[in-house]
């Protein structure tokens, strides 16, 4: 089965994008319980991304297969603290990639991330970071196949 990636059109995808929130939310529910998945949570999220893309040279990318939104990508560029020497300061980041379940061994993942560093490349930036829950194996797994080593790790404590 083939697909392409493209852009993002708000009109015909918004409908995709939430659930592709909702898809995002309930997955990595089952690994960080403190994920909403409330009715409200798609919509107050996708603002904020769109918020996000706009002030930060982002772009949002949909996988599309027959012509249909099966996963999509959200890639920013962030700026890394002042202590990071000047010339890796500016880095690209890879905010969301969900793919549909019924789409995943496709390779849709790995294409969505190869367009997003595609774009940081395009943009001049040196490297590129993706986060992910640290007890979801699976897509850290992907993303180490796909070249990218651990970096930071965040630590919490409830209280």
Same mark, same amino acid.
């Given at each position: 089965m083939s697909f392409r990636v493209r852009d993002i059109g708000l009109a015909e995808d918004m409908t995709a994008a939430l659930s592709f929130i909702l898809g995002s939310q309930q997955y990595e529910h089952v690994f960080e319980p403190d994920r909403r998945l409330d009715s409200a949570v798609a919509d107050e999220h996708f603002a904020a991304l769109m918020k996000r893309v706009a002030e930060n040279k982002g772009r949002v990318l949909i996988a599309e297969q027959n012509g249909r939104a099966?996963?999509?990508a959200v890639f920013l560029v962030e700026?890394? *603290?002042v202590f990071v020497?000047?010339?890796q300061r500016m880095c690209g980041y890879i905010a969301? %990639?969900?793919v549909n379940e019924n789409a995943r061994g496709l390779g849709v993942g790995r *294409? %969505?991330?190869a367009a997003c560093e595609e774009e940081a490349r395009r943009l001049g930036l040196g490297h590129i970071k993706i986060g992910v829950l640290v007890k979801n194996n699976r897509a850290a797994d992907i993303y180490v196949r796909a070249g990218y080593s651990?970096?930071?790790l965040a630590l919490r404590k409830y209280l």
């Open positions: 099966i996963g999509w700026e890394n *603290a020497i000047e010339e969301e %990639l969900f *294409a %969505l991330i651990p970096y930071t």
